[in-house]
């Protein structure tokens, strides 16, 4: 059945899926921990290959593959505007705690880009976390703090000019540092402490950032972001 004005309810933590490449033994492992499985347009083609059917199926549907037998299967939400893409058009259909994206960059540059956007444009309403192969990725605007073992990747990317008054628990301290994409960014430090910190300054309090962490923090930030819708 097909339906463009409702939105999806959800109480705990979803997996999203797109079409790009994606983890599927870690997708596989939080899946049967029970959290809700909803595809973006033609992640539903890949879902389809290893037999998952997804709670709905959102989007322009321009890549969906079978939808005929899927519309039998599943709820099929067909947003026709093309004024976002497949990944914004989920988050603006869903409510939710927390989206795990899967396969959602990778495989066009320009997607990872409108990705990227998406997650800036909705940080103040969305809790979302980019799950890569190897990384995890969430913009972020405020202090942080986070649990976590030393020796731990933790990389800090500007998406707009940022001023940091300092952190604690990294290898190479933020103090007073500003970064700004063309001239200084913070990719490749790390934890040294089971703790680390990032304060911006007062004046960039709420500006956003992009935090990408290792793989191994999942569990620690699924926790953490959930706690704060």
């Known amino acids: 059945m097909s339906d463009k004005s409702e939105i999806l309810q959800f109480e705990q933590p979803i997996l999203l899926v797109g079409p ?30 290893i037999n998952v059917m997804p709670q709905a199926i959102i989007g322009d549907l321009d890549s969906l593959e079978g939808r005929a037998y899927l519309e039998t299967q599943t709820k099929v ?85 940022i001023c940091f008054s300092h952190s604690k628990g990294l290898a190479f301290p933020l103090e007073s540092l500003e970064f700004e994409l063309g001239k200084l960014v913070g990719t490749s430090n790390c934890t040294n402490d089971s703790e680390f910190s990032i304060f911006p300054s007062k004046k960039h309090h709420d500006t956003p950032y992009l935090i990408t962490l290792s793989i191994e923090c999942l569990e620690m930030i699924i926790s953490k972001l959930s706690e704060n819708p």
Do not use: W
């Not at 994606?22 to 347009?41: C, K, P, R, S, T």
């Not at 869903?94 to 899967?102: K, R, W």
């Not at 997607?111 to 979302?128: D, G, P, R, V």
């Open 20 to 49: 790009a490449d994606m983890n599927f033994e870690l997708f596989e492992e939080l899946m049967h921990q029970g959290y809700a499985v909803i595809a973006a347009d033609g992640g539903a083609n890949r879902l389809q290959k």
């Open 77 to 161: 939400v067909h947003i026709e505007e093309q004024d976002s893409t497949d990944f914004e058009k989920c988050l603006c259909h869903i409510d939710a705690p927390l989206f795990m994206a899967f396969g959602f960059t990778g495989k066009r540059f320009d997607h990872s880009l409108a990705t990227l956007h998406s997650m800036t444009k909705l940080e103040s309403i969305k809790n979302i976390l980019l799950v890569g192969v190897e990384d995890i990725s969430f913009v972020h605007s405020g202090d942080f703090t986070l649990s976590t073992l030393p020796e731990k990747k933790v990389s800090i990317f500007p998406l707009q000019p």
